[in-house]
């Protein structure tokens, strides 16, 4: 702490009468100015978003033509196979078009591949396994976009296959499919590009609820919807904020035996639910399932009316899940021990023998947590790699990926996230030709820690209305809506820190007379100057703002992230 570069935009930005008219304060809305946010209509939108703000299902290219053909398939009691992922994002995108097409009195039922027999993505001998549960109708969820092989042969077998998916297309070609919905493609006019998986499989639950005037429904299929595209690390953003923010809320009273089964074993039932709880809690559960077992188990739990039979399900996934932490703190124990003792690389890429294939992209992520720059992980099995991969935010990981996809046996991703299968014997290939790669589009600034500041304020700013709209109105927060940092200069430790026992640091800190509470979270020792923070030290601090309330009164606590010396 104290290490970090603090960027604080000195631009003054024009706030007009239309805007002053929204009554926000002004570091408030200088923060949402930031988040490109130009006129009253978009941060009335962003502030209280709905169902009203969804875009119409059939700007997805391709759309009318595959909700006809499932319309038709359910009316004529075709058989439908849904075709998902086996991560949380196409477990929950399987789930709801499930839920769909059953609801409608559809012959419906699913196939999710067994991650370490069958690897990811549809392949040609899947295609075999789909022409014998009879299918007539393939639906495939966060996945397909590059299984030529199967919808040809599924083609030739008279199955029809619609697409449904979120990761780049291959450059120059995309398969022949009946349709293929994705908003990435070249020929798509979407108006929002950062959907994920579930979140395409939902175009189509919406699209398919609007012909037949059920568009009631829309916001209890969103409790799914929002699950999964926090889990895949989506931006909350655009459409994304309103799966989340209409989903959490949601949430608040679920129907389904099996989600409030899962929300009790995670410790979240009859309490208001944060994208943290979903990241860090129902995600990890449910993703237990398709790493260490198979991801049916999680689908069951959804479709089960027994409240037994939801307990020991959602018992199940919190023992896989347990495991899971055990193997993944085994992995990443393992991976510390091979990085290079003097400067890392720009991309960090570890293999071993017998890695879990099905955690390694979590000790990736945990990875770049800690060295703040892309990592990648390849479990070998024989002359195989399997490699999961996390990145950074400035480092389009699967852009990278695609200009050494000549390596691979079969390869798929998006921007902070990637997968792929490669011969044991190109791996000190690809580690070199990444790192050429990284060369030219990373510098050392993309590695340090870099703190934006949306504002730099004084403490008689933060008042109630401050805190009601900073808590109230601007989450949920994640990926692509940060919680907003503000900073705080000529700062007086008023008294000497108080250490608590779970690693946290209270300070008494004062400025022009106002007095408020602040508090370092999880510091380390050796990173952290105790000396600064004596008694009387004049600092600099960025930090979030948080609401606290006791005997009726509401106050503000800072959650300090960095600070510097001023003294």
């Given at each position: 702490?104290?290490?970090?570069k603090?960027?604080?935009?000195?631009?003054?930005?024009?706030?007009?009468?239309?805007?002053?008219?929204l009554?926000?304060?002004?570091?408030?809305?200088?923060?949402?100015?930031?988040?490109?946010?130009?006129?009253?209509?978009?941060i009335?939108?962003?502030?209280?978003?709905?169902?009203?703000?969804?875009?119409?299902?059939?700007?997805?290219?391709?759309?009318?033509?595959?909700?006809?053909?499932?319309?038709?398939a359910?009316?004529?009691?075709?058989?439908?196979?849904?075709?998902?992922?086996?991560?949380?994002?196409?477990?929950?995108?399987?789930?709801?078009?499930?839920?769909?097409?059953?609801?409608?009195?559809?012959?419906?039922?699913?196939?999710?591949?067994?991650?370490?027999?069958?690897?990811?993505?549809?392949?040609?001998?899947?295609?075999?396994?789909?022409e014998?549960?009879?299918?007539?109708?393939?639906?495939?969820v966060?996945?397909?976009?590059?299984?030529?092989?199967?919808?040809?042969?599924?083609?030739?077998?008279?199955i029809?296959?619609?697409?449904?998916?979120?990761?780049?297309?291959?450059?120059?070609?995309?398969?022949?499919?009946?349709?293929?919905?994705?908003?990435?493609?070249?020929?798509?006019?979407?108006?929002?590009?950062g959907?994920?998986g579930?979140?395409?499989?939902f175009?189509?639950?919406?699209?398919?609820?609007?012909?037949?005037?059920?568009?009631?429904?829309?916001?209890?299929?969103?409790?799914?919807?929002?699950?999964?595209?926090?889990?895949?690390?989506?931006?909350?953003?655009?459409?994304?904020?309103?799966?989340?923010?209409?989903?959490?809320?949601?949430?608040?009273?679920?129907?389904?035996?099996?989600?409030?089964?899962?929300?009790?074993?995670?410790?979240?039932?009859?309490?208001?639910?944060?994208?943290?709880?979903?990241?860090?809690?129902?995600?990890?559960?449910?993703?237990?399932?398709?790493?260490?077992?198979?991801?049916?188990?999680?689908?069951?739990?959804?479709?089960?009316?027994?409240?037994?039979?939801?307990?020991?399900?959602?018992?199940?996934?919190?023992?896989?899940?347990?495991?899971?932490?055990?193997?993944?703190?085994?992995?990443?124990?393992?991976?510390?021990?091979?990085?290079?003792?003097?400067?890392?690389?720009k991309?960090?890429?570890?293999?071993?023998?017998?890695?879990?294939?099905?955690?390694?992209?979590?000790?990736?992520?945990?990875?770049?947590?800690?060295?703040?720059?892309p990592?990648?992980?390849?479990?070998?099995?024989?002359?195989?790699?399997y490699?999961?991969?996390?990145?950074?935010?400035?480092?389009?990981?699967?852009?990278?990926?695609?200009?050494?996809?000549?390596?691979?046996?079969?390869w798929?991703?998006?921007k902070?996230?990637?997968?792929?299968?490669?011969?044991?014997?190109?791996?000190?290939?690809?580690?070199?030709?990444?790192?050429?790669?990284?060369?030219?589009?990373?510098?050392?600034?993309?590695?340090?820690?870099?703190?934006?500041?949306?504002?730099?304020?004084?403490?008689?700013?933060?008042?109630?209305?401050?805190?009601?709209?900073?808590?109230?109105?601007?989450?949920?927060?994640?990926?692509?809506?940060?919680?907003?940092?503000?900073?705080?200069?000529?700062?007086?430790?008023?008294?000497?820190?108080?250490?608590v026992?779970?690693?946290?640091?209270?300070?008494?800190?004062?400025?022009?007379?106002?007095?408020?509470?602040?508090?370092?979270?999880?510091?380390?020792e050796?990173?952290?100057?105790?000396?600064?923070?004596?008694?009387?030290?004049?600092?600099?601090?960025?930090?979030?703002?948080?609401?606290?309330?006791?005997?009726?009164?509401?106050?503000?606590?800072?959650?300090?992230?960095?600070?510097?010396?001023?003294?």
């Amino acid at each position: 702490m104290g290490n970090a570069k603090w960027i604080i935009d000195e631009n003054e930005y024009l706030i007009d009468d239309s805007l002053k008219s929204l009554n926000i304060p002004k570091p408030l809305l200088i923060s949402l100015l930031k988040r490109d946010l130009k006129t009253p209509e978009e941060i009335r939108s962003f502030l209280h978003p709905s169902v009203l703000d969804l875009h119409p299902p059939h700007l997805l290219k391709d759309m009318e033509k595959a909700r006809d053909r499932i319309i038709k398939a359910i009316e004529n009691k075709e058989k439908i196979i849904i075709f998902g992922d086996y991560d949380v994002d196409g477990i929950t995108g399987t789930v709801i078009l499930l839920k769909l097409i059953s609801s409608m009195g559809g012959n419906v039922d699913f196939y999710i591949p067994e991650r370490l027999k069958e690897g990811y993505g549809v392949k040609r001998e899947h295609a075999e396994k789909i022409e014998e549960m009879g299918a007539k109708l393939v639906i495939t969820v966060d996945t397909g976009i590059k299984g030529f092989d199967f919808v040809e042969f599924s083609q030739r077998k008279g199955i029809d296959v619609i697409i449904t998916d979120h990761h780049l297309p291959e450059p120059s070609k995309i398969p022949s499919a009946f349709a293929i919905l994705n908003p990435l493609r070249k020929d798509c006019s979407y108006p929002y590009k950062g959907l994920a998986g579930v979140g395409v499989a939902f175009k189509v639950v919406q699209a398919i609820l609007e012909k037949t005037n059920k568009e009631r429904f829309i916001p209890r299929y969103l409790m799914l919807v929002a699950i999964g595209t926090i889990a895949d690390l989506a931006e909350i953003r655009g459409e994304n904020r309103v799966f989340v923010k209409v989903g959490l809320e949601e949430l608040k009273n679920p129907i389904n035996k099996g989600l409030k089964s899962l929300l009790e074993i995670s410790g979240l039932l009859e309490r208001k639910i944060s994208v943290n709880d979903i990241s860090f809690r129902v995600g990890p559960r449910l993703n237990a399932s398709g790493r260490l077992s198979t991801a049916s188990k999680a689908v069951a739990l959804f479709f089960s009316e027994d409240p037994e039979e939801c307990r020991k399900l959602a018992e199940e996934l919190d023992r896989l899940n347990s495991e899971r932490q055990k193997i993944e703190e085994e992995i990443l124990r393992e991976s510390l021990s091979l990085l290079p003792q003097d400067k890392l690389p720009k991309i960090l890429l570890l293999f071993k023998e017998g890695w879990h294939r099905g955690v390694i992209g979590v000790v990736a992520s945990k990875l770049v947590e800690k060295f703040r720059r892309p990592s990648i992980l390849i479990s070998i099995d024989k002359e195989m790699g399997y490699g999961s991969g996390r990145s950074i935010e400035s480092f389009h990981l699967a852009s990278a990926l695609s200009t050494v996809s000549d390596l691979f046996e079969s390869w798929g991703g998006h921007k902070v996230a990637s997968g792929f299968v490669i011969k044991r014997d190109k791996i000190n290939e690809l580690r070199e030709r990444l790192n050429f790669y990284a060369e030219k589009v990373l510098s050392e600034e993309d590695f340090q820690r870099i703190i934006k500041i949306d504002s730099l304020i004084s403490f008689n700013e933060i008042d109630k209305r401050f805190l009601d709209i900073l808590e109230d109105e601007f989450p949920p927060f994640g990926i692509g809506n940060s919680k907003p940092v503000f900073a705080s200069k000529n700062v007086r430790v008023e008294r000497s820190p108080e250490f608590v026992k779970d690693n946290r640091i209270f300070l008494s800190l004062s400025q022009n007379g106002i007095t408020t509470k602040g508090v370092i979270w999880d510091y380390n020792e050796k990173e952290l100057d105790l000396n600064i923070l004596k008694e009387r030290s004049k600092l600099s601090i960025a930090y979030h703002v948080e609401r606290e309330s006791l005997a009726g009164e509401v106050f503000p606590i800072l959650n300090i992230i960095d600070f510097k010396n001023e003294s």
